[in-house]
């Protein structure tokens, strides 16, 4: 198998596995979807393209670790973002339908960015995994660590937007339907921030308050 090959299957298959696995992203999309549809959720399936330039430079600078306090710092950001997200989803089912497709798809695009921005995920992704695997294959052939960035990203925005249509799908059942799906979207969103926001806050407890 060559090179170049290897790295595609490496990139494209770690894509495919953070893509699957639920997270903030994910959750986010699914509130999206729910409440303006999928054509305009779509452009934020490009999000990871925005965010994941300057999380790749801050790794690789950082060769490679990201501390426990930055995890816990990122992770508390982004409890409190999706805990706003969930808030802002909860007010958007209670305004009236005409209301409800206000969102435009620019904007859904950089809160998107922000969101994976404040997710640890990406973080570790390129400390752990993606990082080692471009330096390495770039010392064997720059082409190989070309084809597995390119693979990771496209397999990556790919998968986001089948997510994204498999949602909307579900969301064409009237607007009772839509308006319980963005209510179930409001309290996923809130449950995932609360959970970041409870892992996170006692580590950073123990790291600026105990001695």
Do not use: H
């Amino acid at each position: 198998m060559s090179g170049v090959l290897q790295n595609v299957l490496v990139g494209g298959g770690f894509a495919l596995g953070a893509a699957v696995q639920p997270g903030p992203l994910q959750a986010f999309l699914f509130t999206r979807v729910v409440a303006y549809g999928w054509k305009r959720t779509l452009p934020a399936c490009l999000s990871p393209l925005l965010s994941d330039g300057p999380i790749a430079v801050m790794v690789l600078l950082l060769l490679g670790q990201l501390s426990n306090l930055v995890q816990q710092l990122l992770r508390a950001g982004g409890g409190g973002l999706l805990l706003y997200l969930g808030w802002t989803a909860l007010r958007q089912q209670r305004a009236p339908a005409a209301e409800q497709r206000g969102g435009s798809a620019p904007r859904t695009l950089f809160e998107a960015a922000l969101v994976n921005i404040l997710n640890p995920n990406p973080y570790l992704g390129w400390a752990l995994v993606l990082g080692p695997s471009v330096v390495a294959a770039w010392r064997d052939e720059p082409a190989s660590a070309v084809a597995l960035v390119l693979a990771f990203y496209g397999t990556m925005v790919a998968s986001l937007a089948a997510f994204v249509f498999s949602v909307g799908a579900v969301r064409l059942a009237g607007d009772r339907m839509q308006r319980r799906l963005v209510a179930a979207s409001a309290l996923v969103l809130s449950a995932l921030g609360v959970f970041l926001l409870a892992t996170a806050i006692p580590r950073l407890w123990r790291v600026f308050i105990l001695p």
